[in-house]
């Protein structure tokens, strides 16, 4: 078993909690000199840098939330003189306008350490070919990755996301072995390659995916596996906190171990506020304890998680995160449920004659409609008598978010793919 910083990756939860404290109260102290934003939430909450002396004092200090770095955009929150920033970076802006991160020499290198901890995790050596199908540009997934992965000493293939037949071709050409991508993207891979008769199995040498961005299921996991014939990691980040490789899944791929060297990790209940213990679910908040030019105090990620309990039998020390259940923002209200666009996709993909992409639309007064693309094998060219397979799918459905949508089947194909992020929601409701 190799591991990229075993001392690091395997150290005693004593020791990981010495250094967490030792850490957390050099940031604290450092954005209280540094940043005026951080100056007054400190003020607010009545806490001064040397109240904290335990880890448990984290509590006593304020949260950040996404609003706050839209508020202080572009510089409000840099910790670092500005003529020593090495690079910007903006996050991809799923939800709103994009938030300026800003990244040190050391945040830079440290980034790329990390994220080549996740790599060597997962097997990867410097005898890996990796493409890397992210965005390349303001979006942390690309470089991040890259870095890593040349710190390793892969052949990195800078592909950047789209163009499926270069793709194809440079995977064929290059004997790549590990791909990074994005869920959706990987899936409209396999339908290209099926459609071009390539078989991965015999035509590649592709062995592994890291796959994240997104939220999605472990259903789609399988799906990607299958298709492709290779092992699927799970792969989490955000732009906020270096971007990816700040928890990935282990060979063992049993949840993502979170680098608690450098991250403070706390679930809570997302409308309290109320710390949550380990084991149940909540919203993942972030303490960043390394980062140098913008590190963030108690950030809200808004992504919905649980903290696996237990070690795990890689013998990293490090907790693991469960797969995110979605964004507490991706919830969708209809007709007064609760719904997460992750129940729908978990119906959709454990059914075999269904395809690999879905979109779910809201209309007028929370009509829900689901189009759904049907698998390639097997499909005749005809949708108009698949009704048993369409009723088999709203009673799913049905069972599953507890209110019944149409369901609309469409040919392989035929629903538009995203490059970066995948929409699969559509609310044109007037409200
Ligand atoms: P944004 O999407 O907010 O513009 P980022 O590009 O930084 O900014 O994306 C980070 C977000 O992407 C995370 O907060 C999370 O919601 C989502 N994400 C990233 N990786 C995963 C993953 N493996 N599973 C689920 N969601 C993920
Ligand atoms: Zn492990």
């Avoid at 369901?407 to 793919?417: A, K, Q, R, S, Y």
């Amino acid at each position: 078993m190799t591991y990229w910083d075993q001392k690091t990756e395997t150290i005693e939860r004593a020791a990981l909690e010495a250094l967490q404290l030792k850490r957390l109260q050099a940031i604290v102290r450092r954005v209280a000199r540094k940043v005026p934003f951080y100056q007054r939430k400190l003020a607010d909450c009545g806490v001064q840098p040397r109240d904290i002396r335990s880890l448990a004092d984290l509590r006593r200090l304020p949260f950040t939330t996404n609003t706050d770095l839209r508020d202080t955009y572009p510089t409000g929150l840099l910790a670092i003189p500005s003529e020593d920033v090495l690079r910007l970076h903006t996050s991809s802006g799923t939800t709103g306008k994009p938030k300026a991160l800003f990244f040190s020499r050391r945040d830079v290198d440290n980034a790329a350490e990390l994220m080549a901890r996740c790599l060597v995790m997962t097997g990867v050596t410097h005898r890996d070919v990796l493409q890397n199908m992210m965005t390349y540009g303001l979006f942390t997934g690309a470089l991040v990755m890259h870095y890593g992965a040349e710190k390793v000493g892969c052949l990195v293939i800078p592909a950047g996301p789209g163009n499926s037949e270069k793709q194809l071709l440079l995977m064929q050409d290059f004997r790549t072995t590990v791909i990074h991508v994005t869920p959706s993207y990987a899936l409209y891979l396999a339908d290209f390659m099926e459609k071009k008769g390539v078989d991965p199995r015999r035509d590649l040498a592709l062995r592994k995916a890291f796959v994240g961005a997104e939220s999605y299921t472990e259903e789609t996991r399988r799906k990607i596996e299958q298709a492709l014939g290779i092992d699927v990691y799970n792969s989490y980040g955000l732009s906020e906190m270096n971007g990816p490789g700040i928890a990935f899944e282990c060979e063992h791929k049993c949840g993502m171990h979170i680098w608690e060297d450098n991250f403070l990790i706390e679930i809570i209940d997302p409308r309290t506020g109320e710390p949550l213990p380990d084991g149940q679910t909540g919203e993942l908040v972030l303490t960043a304890l390394c980062r140098e030019a913008m590190p963030l105090l108690r950030y809200r990620t808004r992504d919905i998680t649980s903290i696996i309990p237990g070690p795990c039998s890689c013998g990293r020390t490090h907790r693991r995160l469960h797969r995110m259940t979605g964004r507490s923002d991706d919830m969708l209200i209809v007709r007064g449920v609760n719904i997460y666009p992750q129940q729908i996709e978990r119906v959709l993909m454990s059914l075999p004659s269904v395809g690999r992409n879905y979109q779910i639309v809201l209309e007028g007064l929370d009509e829900m409609t689901i189009n759904v693309e049907l698998a390639e094998a097997g499909f005749d060219g005809h949708v108009e008598h698949l009704t048993r397979l369409q009723s088999e799918i709203v009673d799913r459905l049905r069972a599953e978010i507890l209110t019944k949508p149409k369901v609309h089947l469409v040919p392989p194909g035929t629903l538009p793919v995203s490059e970066g992020k995948a929409k699969r929601v559509i609310d044109n409701r007037s409200l």
